[in-house]
């Protein structure tokens, strides 16, 4: 890796250099909530002034540029003689994202490796993926963040370049040519040994910031015995099974495909959509029987899929803590409380 540093007004000039040929995405607020706090967003932003870097969290994930909510996998014109499938990966253009959190950098993480590592990748996802430029940028801990239990509050790769603010200065993490490349039409110097030191001094006041916490020691061989825990239900009595924590997550992608056919019959549609394993009829299959009815197991088959089964499968959290899903939860269900009532942990 290659560490430069830069004066923080250097990083206009940075934003102008990238946004000359390309689409800069970044986080922007969007409005206030009812106890006046900013609401930010991921959003296309062409002006440096509207970028929020000193944001807190979006209430979305970047997720809709690369895993949309809905898209067309394929569309059908059917022809006297047959018909014709058009394939579109849906590459509006590429993206340059300045600004991600490492939480958020960590999720893309993760989930490549469920979209491109695996035995079917998914095109449609890859294909965006590979069309993404990503500037990180260190954060202020949350209330609601547990992302330092997670393993999720660095990050080591999945960006192009990652800023941490070290006073007058900012010390840029470099980890690909374009990068590299991009930072020589700016002014920059290389790091002293001060630097590593301002560096350190930052990450370690920023550590002292978290106040929640997940006790991730065992936990899949605890989850493994408390899977007939009363817990499930007393959480699962309060879920109102609406979705919007699999909504909010970086990491959450399950979906479903629907194929339908025009009215007049000429042409046809295969379209994705992303869905919530908290809703009523996720397991739902043909015929009609619902392997999971109750609120209750599909909240605990949600918690078991991020902290159990995905630990299993790639030896690490689908989870990155940065609490979007309790934040956004009308019932005030947080992972932290979650996984404590199941370890038996009081406050
Ligand atoms: S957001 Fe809360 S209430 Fe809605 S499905 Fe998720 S856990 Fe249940
Ligand atoms: S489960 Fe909740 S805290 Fe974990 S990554 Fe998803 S939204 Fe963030």
Known sequence: MIFKVFDKKELKKLFDVLSSDNSIVGPVEIGADRNDQPIYAFSLVSDFNNIKLNYSTTKLPAKKFFLPFKEDLATFTIKEHGWQKNVDYNIDRPYIFF?????????????????????????????????????????????????????????????????????????????????????????????????????????????????????????????????????????????????????????????????????????????????????IDFAEVAGGHNFRPEQHIRLKYRYYHKHRGFVEAYEESLCVGCGRCGESCLAGIRVPEVIASVRRQED
């Open 99 to 279: 600004g991600l959190h490492a939480c958020d950098i960590n999720a893309l993480n993760k989930l490549d490796k469920v979209l491109m590592g695996s035995t079917y990748p998914m095109p449609y996802y890859a294909a965006k993926r590979k069309n993404m430029f990503i500037v990180g940028i260190d954060c202020a801990p949350q209330p609601y963040c547990f992302c330092r239990s997670m393993g999720s509050d660095t990050v080591l790769h999945g960006f192009d370049m990652f800023l941490t603010d070290i006073g007058e200065e900012y010390f840029a993490e470099i980890l690909s040519d374009t990068a590299y490349n991009f930072l020589k039409k700016i002014n920059t110097r290389d790091p002293v040994e001060a630097d590593h030191f301002l560096y350190m001094k930052s990450v370690s006041e920023k550590n002292k910031k978290f106040t929640a916490h997940v006790d991730t020691t065992d936990l899949t061989k605890i989850l493994d015995m408390e899977f007939q825990s009363e817990v499930w239900k007393h959480w699962g009595q309060q879920c109102l099974a609406c979705g919007t924590c699999s909504n909010v997550c970086p990491t959450c992608y399950c979906y479903g495909v629907e194929e339908t056919v025009d009215i007049n019959l000429k042409s046809a549609r295969k379209t994705k959509s992303l869905y919530s394993c908290n809703l």
